[in-house]
């Protein structure tokens, strides 16, 4: 069935550190993917998103690009600050049923330390 | 702009006891979803709503969970006879109905609950 693998935490960095958080996943039919950001006693909050191979997503300078030929969308930023820890969820999105449902990975903590 | 909001944000219950939650989704999204998300896990599809009409359960609801959306506005879930293993937070998302897989949910902050 359509999953999604993602790199386990906690990672823990410096301030102004590059950060990689691999995401991989296995999907039957065109999926999309997505990012989400879960802030301490916050909601799931959409970080960026790619909708089909080759797209590259980006936001608040986080970046990720669809590669379908590695089934994967690896989450990455040059200078991380203290306030992007936070639990990263990858996730992808494909028609099946009614709807398109949402599956994602199981979380990496970031951890920046100033 | 109002997201997302979800009442209760927390409860804590007896086992064999029934709860209730409810969404309200932002306005104009006439899609609605359940989602449960337990400790160092993602979170994991439940059920779907477009408008009114419950159109996917995952095989994850069991028969002591049902799910309603009146007027195709705000939703409720609700558990009855309730079990240690429903702790977890339930998280509910919206969005706007578009044809292909990029439509964006928007998440509420959930509910987190606790059966003792």
């Known amino acids: 069935g359509d999953s999604v693998t993602q790199m386990e935490g906690p990672v823990t960095l410096s301030e102004e550190a590059f950060l990689t958080i691999n995401c991989t996943y296995t999907?039957?039919?065109?999926?999309?993917l997505f990012w989400y950001v879960q802030y301490p006693g916050e909601g799931l909050q959409l970080l960026l998103k790619?909708?089909?191979?080759?797209d590259k997503g980006s936001n608040k300078g986080f970046e990720a690009t669809y590669r379908k030929e590695t089934t994967s969308f690896h989450l990455e930023k040059g200078s991380v600050q203290v306030s992007d820890s936070a639990v990263y969820f990858c996730a992808l999105s494909v028609y099946g049923g009614a709807t398109n449902k949402l599956i994602f990975g199981t979380g990496t903590l970031l951890a920046v330390q100033p | 702009d109002t997201g997302v909001s979800q009442d209760p944000r927390h409860k804590i219950t007896k086992r064999g006891q029934n709860v209730t939650f409810r969404c309200d989704p932002i306005s104009e999204h006439n899609r609605l979803y359940w989602y449960r998300q337990t400790l160092g896990q993602g979170p994991e599809f439940l059920t779907y709503?477009?408008?009114?009409?419950?159109?996917?359960k995952s095989r994850l609801l069991s028969d002591r969970f049902s799910a309603e959306r009146p007027k195709g506005s705000f939703s409720t879930l609700e558990i009855q006879r309730t079990e240690q293993g429903d702790s977890a937070m339930y998280l509910c998302?919206?969005?706007?109905?578009?044809?292909?897989?990029?439509?964006?949910?928007?998440f509420g902050p959930g509910t987190r609950l606790l059966v003792l």
């Open positions: 998302a919206s969005s706007l109905a578009s044809s292909g897989t990029g439509v964006t949910q928007y």
């Open positions: 790619a909708t089909k191979a080759d």
């Open positions: 999907a039957t039919g065109y999926p999309s």
């Open positions: 709503f477009q408008n009114e009409a419950q159109l996917e």
